[in-house]
């Protein structure tokens, strides 16, 4: 028996059948952009843990400064006994969020938990209740970022009922028929038919949705949602978790657009690896909440905080902006150039190296989402070596979180092996 074998027998009897696994290959060791398994393959890391890891695994100087502060003090919690990096990282990201106005900034431990105290933030400053959130959008698995999250199947289903006051509009998806004018015109008819716009506190959406399948917002849609949200007192919520973190080739996304959003939430690769996430925002409505109002056990973890001071050092140091969107081309041109050959392939798309391409069947003479060829990539890209993420409100979409400080021939080694997959899956 292989010792993966032998891990997926143990597992299956000992741990939750709710938390699914992408592949049954078991992690030994990782380095940037390769992963070897319990069986001494390797394979190259076309998932980034789920986009937490833009400087990639293990990155020399992350390591360093977790050691280093390991060897003074891993736990205190903020709340009874502070400590610099915590402050020192507040305000580092507070000078480097969009925007002019002063930034304070609240750390948490993972991106939901971010999500839900944006919520908060956003409640206690407006003294209402309400939230509009996306179509297709994710944001968490705790109640209230479910209630928000716009998929049903897996990740709703059963667990309801969500906290009130929750409200979706679609996303503007144009490869999907959905245009902004169409979006706009949903939110605004939200306004008529469910909820006056003086009870919503806050409207919520992803700069790139992730979950949902890579779809970019159009800067003019954001905008347009700016000046909604000003017209009636609502506050601008940007999910940056996993579009963050220069991803899109900019620290935050919404640069791209040049809308400042109020609240900006923050976690997966701000720290390498490491848990720790953030809401950053405007200092005045960040202190809408009372001494005693926020906070958590290990929110603003040490480890975390000093991860995440080394990843934005390494930002800097090693240019990974300038890096995101040359792999981002890189990307895009190779992706682009199998849609040549392969008509599945039925858009390529992103913002700076958050890159995805969908894949479609033609059934009737009309393009339908195929689900099952996405599948199929993904397990024989792992057979092959490749460790590939699907996503999409259809299933269809496959995006690739390799990390931005991925060589060039490892990246080009993993494109390799989705053409050589779609050959063989579709032949040509
Ligand atoms: C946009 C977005 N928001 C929130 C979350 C939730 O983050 P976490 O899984 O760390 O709770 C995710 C996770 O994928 C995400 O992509």
């Known amino acids: 028996m292989t010792k993966n074998a032998d891990l997926l027998a143990r597992r299956n009897l000992a741990v939750a059948r709710g938390v699914a696994n992408m592949h049954n290959i078991y992690a030994e060791r990782a380095e940037n952009a390769e992963v070897w398994d319990v069986d001494g393959r390797r394979y190259i890391d076309f998932a980034g843990g789920i986009g937490v890891l833009n400087t990639g695994h293990r990155h020399p100087k992350v390591m360093a400064a977790v050691q280093r502060q390991m060897e003074q003090y891993t736990h205190t919690c903020f709340q009874v006994l502070p400590y610099e990096p915590y402050v020192a990282l507040a305000e580092r990201l507070n000078s480097l969020a969009p925007g002019d106005a002063p930034n304070k900034t609240l750390f948490l431990t993972t991106g939901a938990e971010a999500v839900e105290n944006a919520v908060k933030i956003a409640r206690a400053h407006t003294g209402r209740p309400a939230v509009i959130a996306f179509n297709g959008g994710y944001h968490g698995r705790t109640m209230m970022t ?122 997966k690769s701000i720290a390498g690896g490491f848990p720790i996430s953030a809401v950053v925002g405007r200092a005045d409505i960040m202190d809408s909440v009372g001494p005693g109002g926020l906070g958590g056990t290990y929110a603003g973890s040490p480890l975390g905080c000093a991860a995440a001071l080394a990843v934005l050092d390494v930002f800097e140091e090693e240019g990974i902006l300038e890096r995101s969107l040359a792999l981002g081309e890189r990307l895009i041109s190779r992706l682009r150039s199998m849609a040549q050959s392969y008509a599945c392939i039925g858009d390529v798309r992103g913002l700076g190296s958050m890159v995805a391409m969908e894949l479609f069947k033609t059934v009737d003479g009309k393009p339908v989402a195929d689900a099952d060829l996405t599948r199929q990539l993904v397990v024989k890209a792992a057979e092959r070596g490749l460790i590939l993420l699907s996503c999409g409100m259809y299933g269809n979409v496959i995006r690739i979180l390799v990390p931005i400080t991925g060589s060039n021939e490892v990246v080009d080694e993993g494109l390799d092996i989705i053409e050589g997959c779609l050959e063989s899956l579709v032949q040509g």
């Not at 479910?146 to 679609?170: C, D, R, S």
């Not at 949903?186 to 909820?195: C, T």
């Not at 940007?238 to 919404?254: C, K, P, S, W, Y």
């Open 146 to 267: 479910l209630g928000l999250t716009g998929k049903v199947v897996p990740y709703k289903a059963g667990f309801g009922p969500f906290p009130g006051e929750i409200y979706h509009a679609p996303f503007p998806i144009e490869v999907h028929g959905i245009s902004v004018d169409q979006s706009m015109a949903a939110v605004n008819n939200l306004f008529k038919a469910d909820v006056e716009p003086a009870r919503v506190a806050a409207i919520i959406i992803e700069p790139v949705q992730g979950e949902g399948g890579f779809y970019v917002a159009p800067p003019e849609f954001l905008k347009r949602l700016r000046a909604l949200c000003d017209d009636h007192g609502i506050l601008l919520i940007a999910d940056e978790v996993q579009a963050g973190a220069g991803r899109t080739g900019r620290l935050f996304a919404m640069e791209h657009s040049g809308v400042v959003p109020d609240l900006t939430t923050l976690a």
